[in-house]
């Protein structure tokens, strides 16, 4: 591969995003005025330009328009609300008050509310909307305005009343099979292991070893032929596993330090960047049998590497390292450190 030197390149973005404030009330658009709400958020019906109350309304109509379908899509229409997941308990945040702690006995700040009905285990706040009238969040200490002292705020869901007609909600979503299969897979190295997990549902579907390699750092996919590429640092391998049951299909030894991984589909390339200054590149044969191509040499500490997959060119970045410190008690093999100054950009082509 042909390769171009750039110079010391340092760009930054800031991207600002305008953040709508939660609807409160909702406009008839066959009038010209505000359609009237009414809220119980003192346990009392009354026109939410009266309450003396900080206090977020989503009507039936405001989470439809808004996609918000399940307690945690909350926060996308309610300012200053933070709704958190660990391990299947709810970890509500209110302009910064609630707990991340969870199990039995701990109680949030927030209050979680179906109907008026305190909801204390924090698992059943979890849940998907349905048949629901509006939801009110509560900003600020509530006092026992619900039967239990909140600091952080209240969220309480109202259902709708029974009718006497009949009316049914439905919802029709289409795609190709396979696609938005809504899965991440995370390189765990401390376990020698891939994660697979499941965003749907928010849980560590399965654990897959890495074996032969091992401290998996860069990770790359093949998602037409359903393949990962893992690349770990101890022992120094690539190795190639089944998307769909972590089988191992095939590996490589690679030099010390990888830190980036990545595929080409056009070209059937995975390339794999090393901080000894190395650029292993093998060829997806068949979505079974992969080679190695060549091993380009670049510099030391060209380790993270991006690609361009319209130019085919690859970019990795690296500078000029002094000799590495005297070993100590708390560092006995120290690493040489980068000179100021020094950084570059190194890009590589066919």
Known sequence: MRRFLLGAVATSFVVAAGIDPSVAQTVDSGTSGLQEIIVTAQKRPENINTVPIVISVLTNQDLI?????????????????????????????????????????????????????????????????????????????????????????????????????????????????????????ASIADKNEIALIDTQALTIRSRWPVAPAGSPTALAIDKEH??????????????????????????????????????????????????EGMIHIFHEDSPDKFSEVETVNTEFGAKTMGLDSKTHRLFVDTADFGPPANPTADQPHPRRTAISGTFRVLVYGP
Do not use: C
């Open 65 to 185: 328009q808004s996609r918000v379908g399940t307690t945690q899509e909350l926060e996308w229409a309610t300012p200053g609300l933070v709704f958190g997941n660990t391990n299947g308990f709810a970890q509500p945040f209110i302009r910064g008050i609630g707990t991340d702690l969870i199990g039995p006995g701990q109680d949030s700040p927030v209050g979680f509310y179906l109907d008026g009905v305190y909801l204390p285990w924090t698992p059943s706040v979890l849940q998907q909307f349905g048949d629901i009238s509006r939801i009110e969040v509560l900003k600020g200490p509530q006092g026992t305005l619900y039967g239990r002292n909140t600091t952080g705020g209240a969220i309480n869901i109202i259902t709708r009343d029974p009718e006497q007609t009949f009316s049914a909600d439905a919802s029709v979503s289409g795609g190709n099979d396979g696609y938005g299969k809504g899965t991440i897979y």
């Open 226 to 275: 359903r393949r990962l590429f893992s690349a770990g640092r101890a022992p120094q391998m690539l190795v190639v596993l089944d998307a769909d049951n972590g089988h191992v299909i095939q590996s490589f030894p690679i030099s010390a330090g990888v830190d980036a991984a990545a595929y080409e589909a056009e070209t059937g390339l995975v390339f794999a960047s090393t901080r």
